[in-house]
């Protein structure tokens, strides 16, 4: 009798009685999860050096999350956005190296993704231009980051800052982007890439696929001094924001000062007891349990000890990316050559959609 059996990356092939040959599942193989091929998701983060731990859990770890969904996928440094409003050339260029460094150190990975630097691809601009020119002023005039920005500007905000959504527009729709990853704030934005992609193509013919939002499950991290507010860069109390490559002290002194109340218990209360329960979801994000499973482990816990014990757990979550963020900084040369291979990918799909617009609105 013939007993042998060939062993196959993914079954196992077995010769039974009678030289036949019987294909087996292998009860040790695990077929990979299928991957959307059909769809392409398209995100943008502006360069702001290090991300905050806002960010991270916000948006970095779904970016990483989408690149085992999805076949086609583009994060892009979106250094056009960033000169908006006034930037410190030198400070900028550290910036975009210190976002690309971060990024890749939280797990975006070149080979299953393009990361890429914005301002590197002609087309941006030019698509910017042509849809500007489809698109009414009072659809800018009522977009959250002019309102927000220009009052802040004093009414003086440029005319880049005014047309910052249409710029936005133009990063997902020259890709033909399906699907776009959106925090709340970011969600009337996306509205208006798709009321630009409908006016386009009621214009000139069926060109863009209206893009989707994928909305993030994970709740927004406030600031630590203000649980009222989101987590912010721009915050001025320095203790308010942890960032990813603050040392393990730094983390402990910016969570014992972190605002809670005068109750010493640990419970979740967004309305009426706002700082601990961003303990609690900071904790309950970065440790992967639930809210409810936060909780009951931390019975006991008056909010001081509490406190250290969310410390404990961010310091656990984000050393091997600080660690990962300097080391990568130190090799700017392999920076440099992800952002410019990652450019090359991105300009193979943005040229001949560019070429079909060029067509469409009759420049060719």
Known sequence: KLTKSLKACHFCWNFKGGGKLVLLSCAKFTPPPKKNITARVFSGIQPTGIPHLGNYLGAIESWVSLQEEYSSVLYSIVDLHSITVPQNPAELQK??????????????????????????????????????????MFQCQHCYTWQMKSGSLKNEGSVGLFTYPVLQSADILLYKSTHVPVGEDQVQHLELAQDTARIFNRNYGDCFPIPKAILSCTKKVKSLRDPTAKMSKSDPQIIATVNLTDSPDEIVLKFRKAVTDFTSEVTYDPEGRPGVSNMVSIHAAVTGMSVEEVVSQSMGLDTAHYKLAVAEAVIQKLAPVRAEIERLRTDQGYLKDVLKRGTEKAKELATPVYQEIRRLVGFS
């Open 95 to 136: 910036n975009i190296m210190d976002m690309a460094a971060s990024l890749l150190a939280c797990g975006i990975d070149p080979n299953r993704s393009i990361l890429f630097q914005q301002s590197q691809l002609d087309e941006e601009h030019k698509m910017s231009m042509i849809l500007a020119a489809n698109l009414a």
